[in-house]
């Protein structure tokens, strides 16, 4: 009887059948979502975004803060491995810009003050004399309109938010459109889109803190290997204001083009390492910008993890928690120490608006601003 299956041979059929089921009933929602607080009575919402392999991002709809990552280790164990805040209270007043998006302008703007079509702006100096990752309230301290929904297969959040014109300083009504989605490859993938109705200047980024061995782990950084694909950075003056030079990595500790623990130079003799504190600089990304292309590639050979980054800035700025200290107590009880997690925020140059030899940072009506940046997640 070729069709007919005795009641033994159909045995392990229904047993893998119920465990798929009971796997796939216990398979995170794509799309979850919680109240997290309120701002000025505005309500804010952490969206949990999942894929099918496990890795979730939990985003606020305030400053589109990434606030947890989970990603698997060499072993499947999910870490959460970007630092974060408690509360809304403490994102808004005390966060060192904690996994947000910067704007509008990401980075220094000298004195903060630019000329645009021979009209000189004047911004919040917030940054010793500088202006510093869009002023005063920058977009990582407002709520954005959210929107989350499955796309191309993938949990994806859209976060818009409408600046008026002037806002911080800044001319023309400006809206920014920026998309979140963790994708099949184990990806967060942000994209970004801006419009204006007045000429203006623009840089956003995303300004996630990244620790490969778990935003818990008590380690720093230091131990990460990292590779730059990046032959040039802008070297800074005394208040982190680029001089213009675009100098060559080779022969300094600012050469990651072969990867290298962070650690291993960053307390070299280096008039540069004085004044950035360690690592805060702009590196200048190889290759053609417009097109999506490697970046970094940072291992942490204790868990496995690897991430991979790809941009398609101008730009990337190697920032390593230098003003953590210790006093700083983040999400879970947890205390961040000097140089516990690292940021790769892919951005124009710092102090574009005056220096006329970055490439620009100038939006005009008419023209859309749009990039992408994908950090990969896998193991080794
Ligand atoms: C940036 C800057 C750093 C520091 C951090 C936030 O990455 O380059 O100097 O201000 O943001 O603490």
Request: charged share 20%.
């Amino acid at each position: 009887m070729p069709y007919a299956m005795g009641m033994n041979a159909r045995l392990p059929i229904l047993t893998s059948t119920l465990l798929l089921t009971m796997a796939l009933s216990h398979a995170a929602d794509p799309i979850s979502q919680k109240p997290f607080g309120e701002l000025n009575g505005q309500a804010v919402t952490a969206y949990t975004l999942t894929n099918a392999h496990g890795m979730s991002a939990e985003i606020l709809d305030l400053g589109g803060i990434v606030r947890r990552l989970h990603v698997a280790d060499k072993d499947g164990k999910m870490a959460d491995i970007v630092l974060g805040c408690k509360d809304v209270d403490s994102y808004i007043n005390d966060s060192p810009y904690f996994g947000c998006i910067t704007g509008r302008y990401a980075n220094r703007i000298a004195n903060g003050k630019f000329t645009l079509d021979e009209k000189t702006y004047t911004l919040a100096t917030n940054n010793d004399p500088n202006h510093l990752h869009g002023g005063n309230v920058g977009f990582n301290k407002k709520v954005w309109k959210a929107e989350a929904a499955v796309k191309d297969g993938d949990p994806t959040l859209t976060l818009t938010y409408v600046s008026p014109d002037g806002e911080e300083g800044y001319p023309g009504e400006l809206t920014s459109v920026v998309t979140y989605s963790v994708t099949k490859d184990n990806a967060l993938k942000i994209t970004y889109k801006a419009t204006t109705d007045k000429p203006t200047v623009l840089n956003l980024t995303h300004h996630g803190y990244f620790n490969l061995a778990g935003h818990d782990s008590g380690k720093t950084i230091l131990d990460h290997d990292l590779q730059l694909h990046c032959d040039a950075f802008t070297p800074t003056d005394a208040t982190a204001i680029p001089t213009g030079e675009i100098r060559k990595v080779a022969g300094t500790p600012f050469d990651f083009t072969k990867p290298h623990a962070i650690g291993a130079r960053v307390d070299a003799e280096n008039q540069q390492l004085t004044y950035g504190k360690g690592y805060d600089h702009n590196f200048v990304i190889n290759g053609e910008a417009g097109t999506l292309r490697p970046v970094a590639r940072v291992v942490h050979a204790p868990s496995g993890r690897v991430m991979e980054m790809q941009s398609d800035d101008h730009g990337v700025q190697l920032y390593i928690g230098n003003f953590l200290d210790g006093s700083f107590e983040g999400k879970d009880g947890v205390t961040y120490q000097h140089r516990q997690g690292f940021c790769l925020e892919c951005q124009r140059h710092p102090d574009t608006p005056n220096q006329a030899s970055f490439p620009s940072a100038v939006l005009r009506p008419g023209e859309t601003y749009t990039k992408t940046t994908v950090y990969q997640f896998s193991t080794q």
